[in-house]
């Protein structure tokens, strides 16, 4: 297990294979992700309808910021032919406003060997854009999904660009 320690608190891969891993990063994604519904304006909002036994079965790798023991925030990445991914990155409602969102991107960042990484998010996520900013991406698309949440794609080149 790859551990990386910010004052008290880490950043872990969690095994997301095991039952009671996938139910603890379900919790964390349905709490987020019922503020960013309510934030974009949506009642329909597709990452709510996943569930334990998807995160369970992911093929995806997870890292966890722990707090006090307890999983405060997840980002779930794809790496495949040093392409990154950030398929999700959220944070318990109850840890929002300390900057773990960045520590945990920073973490990403930093450890993989990518030529490009990529995320999408909500036009409206405002939060999320400005984050993903702050970080050097930088918006290349944007379009409307059949759910109708407007979306738009951010790309980082590597580290070296």
Known sequence: MQIFEYNHTMINKLDNSNKEVANQIFEVFQNSYKVEAKLIGTLNFPPLSRSAKDIESSKTLFYGFIENGCIAAVIEITLKDKYLEIDSLTVDPSYFRKGIASKLLSY?????EYTKAIVETAVANEPA???YKKHGFVEFKRWTPSHGIEKLALFKPDRSS
């Open 129 to 131: 854009i400005k984050l």
């Open 108 to 112: 990403v960042l930093g450890s993989f």
